[in-house]
């Protein structure tokens, strides 16, 4: 709960600081894949992949003609995935993210940039459920070993179009075990299109 309190904390600090700076607000919302890495033991690590949809905002800085910065707060939902390949276990995932974001620009022209970004992705767990045929399971309960919170290091590449038209397609690692189980390790990864409308 305090680390949840705390990145609230952090993006409504980015948030104001941006209303005082030559900020330009942009939404957006994204589709892709949240891929998870299972390995217990010695076992060879299995991957399983979740579809996921997210609303976005951000606050973008754009320092010169060439380089930018920008901080945002996603919210991400997560769902699909079969555990064990049993089509009766789904899992249900709900993330809030905050990506602090470097890019480097490349002029295409006078109303479009090529981008190509990268950083870091504080990311905590608000929920994450087990939906069964009749039932409902909180993984919370079930693994009191479970961490919400997550770190992701990523980037991607991004087109701008006059401004206010903004596609993006990344992907993040997470440098975390989600899992503090002994011997067993859990990371997630996101990939991800993303739209955007800057104002």
Do not use: W
């Amino acid at each position: 709960m305090k680390k949840t309190f705390f990145l609230l904390s952090l993006i409504a600090c980015f948030f104001a600081a941006a209303q005082t700076a030559d900020a330009q607000i942009s939404l957006g919302v994204g589709s892709g894949s949240r891929i998870y890495t299972f390995q217990e033991g010695n076992n060879p690590a299995k991957p399983g992949v979740a579809p996921t949809i997210s609303v976005e905002f951000e606050a973008n800085f754009r320092l010169s003609k060439v380089f930018g910065l920008s901080v945002g707060a996603d919210l991400a939902g997560v769902a699909g995935y079969h555990f064990m390949n049993d089509k009766s276990k789904n899992l249900g995932e709900i993330y809030l993210e905050a990506p602090v974001r470097a890019k480097l620009y490349i002029p295409l022209g006078s109303k479009v940039d090529l981008y190509i970004f990268g950083g870091p992705v504080a990311s905590v767990n608000l929920v994450s459920g087990d939906f069964h045929t009749k039932q409902i399971t909180n993984n919370y309960q079930a693994n009191p070993n479970l961490r919400r919170f997550d770190l992701l290091l990523g980037g991607g590449v991004g087109v701008e179009i006059i401004r206010h038209i903004r596609a993006t397609v990344g992907y993040d690692h997470g440098l975390i075990n989600r899992d503090g189980t002994p011997g067993r390790n859990v990371h997630t990864g996101a990939l991800k299109v993303a739209a955007y409308y800057m104002f």
